[in-house]
């Protein structure tokens, strides 16, 4: 599914496989929704963590 992303995603790649804004993937990063790290003012998303946000949704 994933296979052509890195380890690590930035969020605009978390944005275009989730196929949302930017606004939205920053407040999840925010609310930890999605759960992140801030390597100086840049946002990094394992993309474990991803993957793990993306099954808890599924029905």
Do not use: D, F, H
């Amino acid at each position: 599914m994933l296979e052509n992303y890195e380890t690590i995603l930035i969020p605009e790649e978390c944005a275009e496989i989730l196929r949302i804004g930017m606004c939205e993937i920053y407040k999840m990063l925010n609310n930890n929704t999605i759960i992140g790290y801030k390597v100086g003012k840049t946002w990094r998303i394992p993309k474990a963590n991803l993957i793990a946000y993306i099954v808890s949704k599924q029905v």
